[in-house]
């Protein structure tokens, strides 16, 4: 199969963020899917590698961030190019802290929800949370992003021919090397290999 395919299905681009013992942490996701209308449920996949995915199986209750058109490449090396074991990812960002006590960014924001986890599903690399839709609001009139829109607009072109290797094709990040390895993952944005092309 192609996976190329899969890049032509609609999605939007959320910050995903969570709270745990004091600390506040968030990532990206482009999986926020409303799957009911009464009561309002959604489900969200959430790659086990992310440390929000683990704060979120652990506590149920995540905050999703819808992004707009305005959103620039860096709040996506905030939140999606770096590990939050790490690093504080809220450092410097304007938010507010939400009934659920977590945190929600501000800037280039459409809306936010809270979502309590009613179910989970694991799904190999990634788990699939069900949610409760406990409250939310509007933040602005601005277009929410897709993720076509980020991949046009947003993420920076590649300079070819500077190194030889793997290009993901999600993110951009080179793997310097002749063969990548089939169970290979992107530091970055944790997709796997069927997602590099190679480059000369």
Known sequence: MDSRIMHQLTYGLFVLSAAENGKDNGCIVNTV????????????????????????????????????TTAPFELFQRFGFQSGRGADKFAGVETIRTANGILVPTEHVNAWFSGKVLQT???????????????GEIMSGTEPATYAFYHENVKPRPQAGK????????????????????????????HGASDFERIE
């Open 33 to 68: 899917t409303q799957v009911s209308a009464v009561p309002v449920h959604v489900t969200v996949s959430v790659c086990k590698q992310n440390y929000t995915h683990d704060m979120i199986a652990r506590t149920g209750r995540f905050n999703v961030a819808i992004l707009d």
């Open 163 to 190: 190194k030889k290797g793997w290009r993901c094709k999600i993110c951009g990040y080179v793997y310097e090397g002749e063969e990548l390895p089939p169970d290979y993952v992107c530091p970055l944005c944790k």
């Open 121 to 135: 599903w694991e799904l190999g690399s990634h788990s699939l949370f069900l949610a409760d839709i406990e409250g």
